[in-house]
């Protein structure tokens, strides 16, 4: 199997780089390399290297920044996904592309299932369920993964400079006490196990359509903080504070854990999210 992976320098698209390698031939490109909003270059691209699946890893998350730019937001996120779809579609070419729990209001106030009916609160969800929709719509066998809370790399995320555990590892620097937001629920997920999750996935030739992969079970980012002190057997006192789902004037859902159910009864489990953050330390503690 042929892959060609956009957005290869973010904290899933290295993982995913670096996986893809030990067993398949990749070709991958970063943002600067290949922007999925110029359509000529995407078809050249996909015409020259002839892979049999393209996988998008590329988006634009930052979701104050989409706030501020909606037109950049649906460029990246939604009208790119209809340049990618047709040409994965004109040269038969299998799409996978990753959505986010931001496509949920968090209302449910439990786990979120792949065929609930979303309903997001902000451009950033808005511009990934449009992007969700033109994928399933318009690309041939597609696989749309949703995921939530993606950390993973040394450095985390680029554009985000860094990742929630780098963040609160960096934020503790010898305190005794940390405020840590108790009021949204996640699904923290590691990249390194989502990215060997994709490729399960991929490896079954009926798998279509919507899937949920995330690390097994839910937390409160300071639940979750506080397992990134005892991992790192670091002392703070982590301090929940309910912030109401708000950053400044911004909504986020406050329950928008999901549930793996389909790639689960198809085999593909995810660990839970507790054994994930301790591998995951390890990992980036390696080097200390």
Known sequence: ????????????????????????????????????????????????HAPDVVINASAYHVVAECEANPDRAFLV?????????????????????????????GTKNAPYFEDDIPTPLQVYGISKYAGEQIVL??????????????????????????????????????????????????????AADLARATFDLIGNKDAKGIYHL????????????????????????IIPVDRGGMVGTLRRPLFSALKNTRAASLGIILPPWQDAIKRYIQTISKDE
């Not at 066998?141 to 995320?157: A, F």
């Open 1 to 48: 199997m042929k892959v060609l992976l956009i957005g290869k320098n973010g904290q899933l698209g290295s993982e995913i780089d670096k996986q893809v390698r030990k067993k398949f031939d990749i070709v991958s490109f970063g943002h600067d390399e290949l922007d999925i909003t110029n359509y000529d270059a995407i078809s050249k691209s996909i015409e020259k």
């Open 214 to 237: 995330v690390n097994k079970g839910y937390c409160s980012w300071a639940e979750f903080a506080k397992e990134i002190m005892l991992c790192k057997g670091i002392d703070t006192k």
């Open 77 to 105: 996120n939604a009208v790119a996904l209809k340049y990618l779809s047709d040409i994965c579609d004109k040269n038969s070419i299998r799409l996978i592309h990753y959505s986010t729990d931001y496509v949920f209001d």
């Open 137 to 190: 719509q318009y690309a041939s066998n597609p696989i749309v993964i949703r995921t939530c809370g993606v950390y993973g790399g040394k450095s985390g995320s680029r554009a985000k400079k860094g990742n929630f555990v780098l963040t609160i590892l960096k934020q503790t620097g010898g305190k005794k006490k940390l405020e840590v937001s108790s009021e949204q629920i996640v699904s923290p997920t590691y």
